[in-house]
């Protein structure tokens, strides 16, 4: 303890927000307990948390007078055994580092606001046009802790059923897990740090997980003229202590103590399924043991009415009153002008790559109409090429081919009068051009030059897809017949390629990559009927071709994983591709030649 002088601190943290807005109570409690015998200074990531903060002086990192400190919390370690919260722990540290006797002086962390920003209207009021009330709602959480998430469809209910009674102001972090809800006023990406202090300030309440808005709710003062503090419902489940993160006047809903996971203490696991990054989280030590869905179980034993009782206890209790029916209808007027937001638009990640995944398959989908018949679709190279398809398409005919034919390209083509008529006087039926039907898809998706989104869009049921450089040598239809495509509905070829980066992608998907080469693109042949979910998903690949390109450089791999994520079976041509006069050759299963594929080198269409 100093004697006589003054002595100067820089307090060090790397950490998350929530973690420092816990710190911010060391340094109070330090000056409360110590008063004058220190000047301190931070270095923190997340600054603005330390805004107007009465306990800091600037310092000079290369002052010799200064000592580091950094904040550290090592009786974490020890959370399921010793009757600490975070606070007291944070204090237990710099206790025994500075040999100091710190008392917590309040229960909660030191959030200070500037006169001018009390004065200054919540964000809210700029899209209402008045000030209500309302609550804030954190509805997801980083993609590396996804053993705090709570279902997305379950706060979705609590928001309708309180709808016209509470606003919910829906925030989220960019680059985190925060799937859009209805009805809400939707500020998710839309503010800074020091906005979301001035948002927790004007708040009537906050529903969220154990994260850093819990520990703002607590820290963040209270207007005058409202209650003493904030009302606060936090989905804990049992991965935190309840004595480590509780505050007096939250509602935790904790579940420790009631499953085998965490019956002698929280789990403290990260994730609930691995992610496929290469992080320890995703070893066996930090994975949830009892995963309900993609939530672990403790997350899962929360339910929606539960959830609901404890918001409607603060009005039941009287601290709070409900939103009255002018503020309601001011409410709606939010709603509507905060619903355009690009927040559902970024881009995918190593980290959020497998979780977009399991939403789109878990999303409602009507299938599409399969089509009719047999057929086959050639992909044009350029959207006004069509008359490139002629040689294809008379040597097909030449070689027996009686089955319709579509010109595919994503664009559209244009089948012009002289096109038609040079198919009709060399004798060649059966060819029209294929439309996009925009029913594969969520709306603003969209999947260019996929080859599953020919097959899908194709008028046939049964359809043999070949690329622009690709022209069987054979009539094809036999394929159809063939003994794997009876058992399984589709035929692909094994390509010459082999990426090491490709493997990224099958562990994001949480799948083991097959031995063997990938996949080729040359040509492909489906039944619509019975493979219509695996070719959406690979469509849903192509629509995400910003991230998924990066590691398939092989772009029709993502056909094979989109069956294998859907356990779907497919034929596979082992027989390797050969190189033959500046083109490429491709077998059936008993190795006889079925395709020629152009060389980049010639230029010109194969002959059969």
Known sequence: MPNGTVKKLVFTQKRAPGDVIVSTAV?????????????????????????????????????PDVESVPFECPLIDQSNQVPFHYLHACIDFINERLGLRIRPTRFHGDIHLSSLEKSWASQVSEYVGTEIPYWIINAGGKYDITTKWWPHARFQQVVNHFRGRIQFVQIGELGHHH???????????????????????????????????????AAVPMPNGNPENRACVVLAGGREPVHWEAYPDHRFLARNGLLTCCQSGACWRSRTLPLGDNSPDDGPDNL?????????????????REVIDNIEAYFRGGVLKFMTSEEAASGKKGILLSRRNDFDNAPLTIE??????????????????????????????????????????????????????????????????????????????????????????????????????ALLNANFQEVVFLDSNTTPVVDPHFLFESDAYKKSGA??????????????????????????????????VADKLRCWEALRLSCWFYAHAGFYWEYLQNKAESMRISFHRLQKSYGLVRVPPQSVDSSIRWTDFAGKPVLLSQSSATGQNPKP
Request: glycine share 8%; with cysteine.
């Open 179 to 217: 799937p859009r809800l209805n009805g809400v006023i939707d500020l998710r990406g839309r503010t800074t740090l020091r906005e979301w202090v001035r948002l927790v300030y004007h708040a009537q309440g906050v529903l969220c997980g154990v994260t850093a808005v819990m520990h703002l709710a």
């Open 352 to 453: 959020s790559a497998g979780i977009a995944l399991d939403e789109f398959l878990q999303t409602p989908y009507p299938a599409a109409a399969s089509g009719q018949g047999r057929g086959i679709v050639m992909q044009l190279a350029r959207r006004d090429s069509a008359a490139e398809a002629l040689p294809r398409i008379r040597a097909l005919r030449q070689l027996g081919c009686e089955l319709p034919i579509q010109l595919w390209h994503w664009q559209g083509v244009r089948l012009t009068g002289e096109m038609s008529s040079q198919l009709c006087s060399d004798g060649i039926l059966g060819v029209s051009v294929l439309k996009t039907k925009r029913t594969i898809l969520p709306k603003g998706l969209s999947a260019h030059h996929s080859p599953a989104l």
């Open 27 to 63: 340094i109070r409690d330090l000056h409360l307990c110590y008063p004058g015998q220190f000047i301190t200074d931070v270095r923190t990531s997340c600054l603005e948390l330390w805004e107007n903060n009465p306990y800091l002086t600037p310092l000079c990192d290369d002052d």
């Open 491 to 524: 035929i692909f070829w094994v390509s010459e390629s082999l990426s090491e980066k490709a493997a990224i992608v099958w562990r994001s998907c949480r799948l083991l990559r097959p031995s063997g080469n990938e996949i080729a693109d040359c040509a492909m």
């Open 288 to 304: 949830c043991e009892q995963v309900v869905g993609n939530y672990p179980r403790c997350m899962d034993m929360i339910s929606v």
